[in-house]
């Protein structure tokens, strides 16, 4: 899908929904109670908590508790959450001249990593067998 202007939010969210059918069925059949938001940047608090000076290096961001953390005599808790921020993905989609698509795939595949709790050598693992 090739875009001309910037999408809206359902646009992001929908391409997000599109990317979480992209990973692995082995992983994907343990994505439980996950919800996907859009927003359009970062706030202040979340910028200070994260170590981030500007919104524009926040692309997306993982709440919730990592699948390996959890324990069966944890409280009933609200769904973990995935943020994509839509601005800071434009703008590196307008700088990068990278598809959309990809973008959004690889800030979700981070994310939902996070969701696993995996290192970065597992992410990058994760993203080279999802490829293109």
Excluded: C, K
């Excluded at 692309?59 to 800071?88: F, H, N, Q």
Aim: hydrophobic share 45%; aromatic share 6%.
């Amino acid at each position: 899908m090739q875009f001309t202007t910037p999408p809206d939010p359902d646009t992001i969210a929908n391409l997000a929904e599109r990317a979480l059918n992209a990973i692995p069925a082995r992983l994907r059949d343990h994505i439980t109670n996950l919800a996907i938001a859009v927003e359009e940047e970062a706030d202040d608090d979340t910028l200070a908590e994260m170590g981030f000076e500007t919104p524009w290096e926040l692309t997306g961001l993982y709440r919730g508790t990592p699948l390996g953390e959890r324990s069966v005599a944890d409280v009933t808790r609200a769904p973990d959450l995935i943020i994509l921020y839509r601005l800071p993905i434009l703008l590196e989609w307008i700088e990068e001249g990278e598809d959309l698509y990809r973008l959004v795939r690889n800030v979700v595949i981070h994310e939902v990593a996070h969701h696993f709790g995996f290192t970065d050598a597992e992410i990058a693992a994760l993203e080279a067998e999802i490829g293109d």
